[in-house]
Nanobody, 125 residues
């Protein structure tokens, strides 16, 4: 069972950077693909980025491509995904959720087995 927890959210000015972290502290015997989604009030949760279980393959929403980078650390006893966010814009303001599932193809279409509680990212203009 995965137990995801995000950190690293906060307030930043437009053009600035933030790095989000997501740690899976569960006891799953399987290493999952991981990803990030975001949601603003009144809108559906949207896909942001995903990384494969081995870290070799990444996918991005068009709105964040070339600005955001997803990565992961698969060192022993550590299962953490990161989202480096650069050149932030006010429209990036949202609650960001970490996600885990079997593979990136499922995550990209919103089929997610485990979610983190979310972390707020606010970008001021």
């Amino acid at each position: 069972q995965e137990q995801l927890e995000e950190s690293g959210g906060g307030l930043v000015q437009a053009g600035g950077s933030l790095r989000l972290s997501c740690t899976d502290s569960g006891r799953s015997l399987r290493r999952n693909a991981m990803g990030w989604f975001r949601q603003v009030p009144g809108k559906e949760r949207e896909f942001v980025a995903a990384v494969s279980a081995d870290g070799d393959n990444t996918h991005y929403a068009d709105s964040v491509k070339d600005r955001f980078t997803i990565s992961r650390d698969n060192a022993k006893n550590k299962n953490t995904a990161y989202l480096q966010m650069n050149s932030l814009k006010p429209e990036d303001t949202a609650i960001y959720y970490c996600a885990a599932d079997l593979n990136t193809a499922r995550i990209r279409v919103g089929i997610v087995n485990s979610w983190g509680p979310g972390t707020q990212v606010t970008v001021s203009s």
